[in-house]
């Protein structure tokens, strides 16, 4: 993901609020954060295609995309439910076929979300490296809020999937009192130099939005099987 928006500036005027609506409205359905992540990806790259935005319009098509990602993440029965009671159009099969046809029916896609959480459980804490095991638990018990969270800023849609996700993961590894990026996970995901720098201008921008302290200052962190032997 890095879509090219034909009208940046209007968007993000109005985008943080529609992101509020759709994470309420995943709420009040019990969906999963996979969900809202897949939702929000198609909701952000339908409307990198727009050239202006109709309110009522853009609160229709949020709701589309919400039962879009819902066929792939929830069960046939929280579809159906999400179907009956997001009082979409009247025209539901012809807008959902329009909706489909912007996004070029290209609905499998790999979230900052899931790219994140395959991170976590592959491990980006190695043998060699000493930390606070509390603050990595209390880290780990976080990440995904965190990320909840950066989803509604201007910088979300600044970045690539891939990168929404390394940064958190740098962002992560400092807070332990680590280099963002060793030499492992730079050859994994950073083949050339200048991709690397283009990471750690990511990092920054989410340095902006998310305070290193908020993690730190979490109280009784729940048991995790993590430890530093290990990846995580």
Known sequence: KQYSFRNKAD?????????????SFCYNFNLSKKTYFLSLDYFDRICSKMPSFDIQDLLQICKFCILLASKFHEPQIKYLEIKSNLCLSNNYSK????????????LLIHTSYDILIDIMHTGFLFKNEKFSLQKMNVLYENMENMLYFFSETKYYIDMTNKEIALSFIGLSREILGLIPYNNILKSTF?????????????????????????????????PSNNNSENKK
């Open 11 to 23: 968007y993000l005027k109005i985008r943080s609020s529609f992101v509020k609506q759709m994470k």
């Open 95 to 106: 807008d959902e076929l329009y909706l489909l046809q912007v996004l070029d029916y290209n």
């Open 190 to 222: 950073m083949h050339e130099q200048i991709d690397a720098q283009k990471y750690y201008c990511s990092l920054k921008k989410l340095k902006k939005c998310i305070k290193i302290k908020s993690a730190e200052k979490t109280e009784n962190p729940a």
